[in-house]
């Protein structure tokens, strides 16, 4: 299927208004100038070529199609004439998975106003397949959110959509079978209640590796909790704060904000109520926190969302706003809240009131932490809705304080491919002191919002002393002494890749291009450019990072060079080939299809 695009130069120079203090809008964006009823806000690698691509769903009642946009090297491309931008559907909530374990992430999309839902595989070469005939499409419903979780652990990702009206208020739980078929369990704990429901997380409360059910309530009734058994089998809690709560509930969103090693839980209200923060004290109690400005403004919240936007080491909030007034025609600005957890050693919040990023005023329904740019922080896209028209927003994260960080991608290979459900833990010394970091990769991040790849702020850390990646399957793996300033990817029973290493640390005299045709069978070719007198490694290695090939390992003059390297003999995949010079690298994947 041919793709048309259009393509919006992003780069700061393209007259950015700069309004922040550490963020700056890209007005000249495509993202920041496409329009419309936007609802959810993905960022998602569904090329493979190691950037955040950008996924947003728009939800007009008589229809309006969603937007893709693929990063090229921090040039977004906007993608048409395909099946996953072709629907003309009221589009609600959106996630990405790999649910057939093929190596590309693949998309749910949920609607409302009694449609069907959508899912789409993605084929491998930049186009999708709408998958028609799947049972997760052919009910029609009122949904509002879906997300992906493995939660009998078969190494297949199962799927969960609520629903916010229609017949019996049911929410849908659907199990992979495998082959990229599914079926809807009408039995259980989770068929048998009822409900008005808005947001939903897998995530495993209680540390047991078996992602539980947490379901957002907006009618001001109590959020629904299961315990996840295993073999299939969920328990319903109603005895722990988060569900003794009732709200107008829209978004639940789990992150570490203390620090201590467990999922805390912080909840959106809207219609002029407050939010709520709930400490997680293990096993499926909670202590409700009262008293902290996170907490204790009143507001028409949408969606809230965990990220450490100054790389200090603790999780900061960003909560969204959206309809107020009789005719939902005054409009509103988004709220930022920082932790101070590493300046005072206790984690409390403070509003920032500076800055677009909580000036730009119109509603916001969902919005996505991401590092797009892959600089080292974490930027930020809006889905916005005022009027059912208004532009989106793309911000980019500004801030230089020479704080330390790392992004993680991970594989799995016995767990799911996306690898959700995984937990990642990493100690490191920030400010002369042991700081224990950890964080979940999720199918949904709150209401509306997604990112598969984590992000792990770390001050002035030097190194990462300790890095573990406990996965679903129940395999722990362990990195030491990891370096900081990088974007890594783990595979499950395999190795630590550096992909892209870039940073303030980092002084490149080499320049790695994409190999060419990509995808490839068998044979495709490699350019690079040396700029001085140098020793080159130039090196293939499969997605567990063995190595595969050593195309040139000798010292080259200045120049451009090219090499060709043949797959003859290997599997369809993903590979990866990796320049060293000067002991710099930098590695990009290259995917293979016979």
């Known amino acids: 299927m041919k793709t048309t695009i259009k393509i919006f130069l992003i780069?700061?120079?393209?007259?950015?208004?700069?309004?922040?203090?550490?963020?700056?809008?890209?007005?000249?964006?495509?993202?920041?100038?496409d329009s419309g009823a936007s609802r959810s806000v993905n960022w998602i690698d569904y090329d493979n070529d190691n950037d955040l691509d950008l996924f947003i769903s728009n939800g007009l009642q008589n229809g309006q199609n969603n937007f893709l946009y693929r990063n090229d090297n921090g040039v977004f491309v906007?993608?048409?004439?395909?099946?996953?931008?072709?629907?003309?559907?009221?589009?609600?909530?959106s996630s990405w998975t790999d649910f057939d374990n093929d190596g590309f992430a693949d998309l749910c999309v949920v609607n409302w106003w009694n449609r069907i839902n959508l899912l789409y595989k993605n084929n491998g070469n930049g186009t999708f397949t709408f998958l028609s005939s799947s049972p997760v499409c052919t009910q029609l419903s009122y949904s509002e959110a879906c997300s992906w979780g493995d939660y009998d652990n078969d190494g297949l990702i199962d799927l969960f959509i609520t629903n916010s009206a229609g017949t019996?208020?049911?929410?849908?739980?659907?199990?992979?079978?495998?082959?990229?078929?599914?079926?809807?369990i009408d039995t259980g704990a989770v068929f048998g209640e009822t409900a008005y429901s808005r947001g939903i997380n897998w995530t495993d409360i209680n540390g047991d590796r078996l992602p539980d059910i947490f379901v957002c309530r907006e009618e001001s009734q109590n959020e629904f909790m299961f315990k996840n058994n295993g073999g299939g089998y969920f328990t319903r809690i109603t005895n722990s704060p988060p569900v003794t709560n009732g709200g107008i509930t829209w978004s639940g969103s789990w992150g570490d904000y203390d620090n201590d090693g467990d999922l805390d839980l912080f909840i959106t209200n809207s219609e002029n109520q407050t939010n709520s923060l709930f400490r997680?004290?293990?096993?499926?109690?909670?202590?409700?926190?009262?008293?902290?400005?996170?907490?204790?403004?009143?507001?028409?919240?949408?969606?809230?969302?965990?990220?450490?936007?100054?790389?200090?080491?603790?999780?900061?909030?960003?909560?969204s706003q959206a309809y107020k007034g009789p005719s939902f025609n005054e409009k509103l600005v988004n709220k930022l809240y920082r932790n101070n957890l590493m300046e005072t050693g206790t984690a409390s919040f403070e509003k920032i009131t500076s800055g677009i990023l909580v000036n730009d005023s119109g509603y916001t329904y969902g919005f996505a932490w991401g590092d797009y740019d892959n600089d080292g922080d974490l930027d930020l896209a809006a889905a916005n809705t005022f009027g059912e028209n208004q532009k989106n927003a793309l911000y980019r994260n500004e801030l230089s304080n020479g704080n330390k960080w790392i992004n993680i991608k991970c594989k799995g290979t016995v767990s799911n491919?996306?690898?959700?459900?995984?937990?990642?833990?990493?100690?490191?010394?920030?400010?002369?002191?042991?700081?224990?970091?950890?964080?979940?990769?999720?199918?949904?991040?709150?209401?509306?919002?997604?990112?598969?790849?984590l992000h792990f702020g770390l001050g002035n850390a030097q190194v990462i002393d300790s890095l573990k990646v406990e996965w679903p399957s129940g395999i722990d793996q362990y990195f030491t002494n990891v370096p900081v300033n990088r974007n890594i990817t783990i595979t499950e029973n395999g190795t630590l890749i550096s992909v892209n290493e870039t940073g303030t640390e980092t002084v490149k005299d080499f320049k790695l291009f994409?190999?060419?045709?990509?995808?490839?069978n068998p044979v495709t070719r490699i350019k690079y450019q040396i700029s001085r007198k140098s020793a080159v490694l130039l090196q293939i290695f499969d997605s567990l990072g063995n190595k595969i090939e050593t195309l040139v390992n000798e010292i080259q003059p200045e120049g451009e060079y090219e090499k060709e390297f043949s797959a003859n003999g290997l599997a369809s995949g993903i590979y990866y080939f990796k320049i060293t010079v000067n002991n710099t690298g930098e590695t990009k994947s290259m995917i293979l299809i016979k």
């Open 11 to 33: 780069f700061f120079m393209i007259n950015p208004v700069i309004n922040a203090q550490d963020f700056i809008k890209m007005e000249q964006s495509i993202v920041s100038l």
């Open 417 to 453: 491919s996306s690898a959700i459900g995984a937990k990642v833990r990493i100690k490191a010394n920030i400010n002369g002191n042991p700081v224990y970091q950890m964080q979940e990769i999720s199918g949904q991040a709150g209401y509306c919002t997604q990112n598969l790849i």
């Open 280 to 319: 997680n004290e293990g096993d499926f109690n909670f202590t409700k926190i009262t008293n902290d400005p996170l907490v204790t403004e009143p507001g028409y919240n949408a969606v809230g969302g965990w990220g450490d936007y100054d790389n200090d080491g603790d999780l900061d909030m960003f909560v």
């Open 78 to 93: 906007k993608i048409e004439n395909d099946p996953i931008v072709s629907d003309f559907l009221p589009s609600d909530g």
């Open 514 to 520: 994409q190999n060419y045709p990509n995808p490839f």
């Open 168 to 184: 019996g208020h049911r929410n849908f739980l659907y199990r992979n079978t495998g082959s990229g078929n599914f079926i809807r």
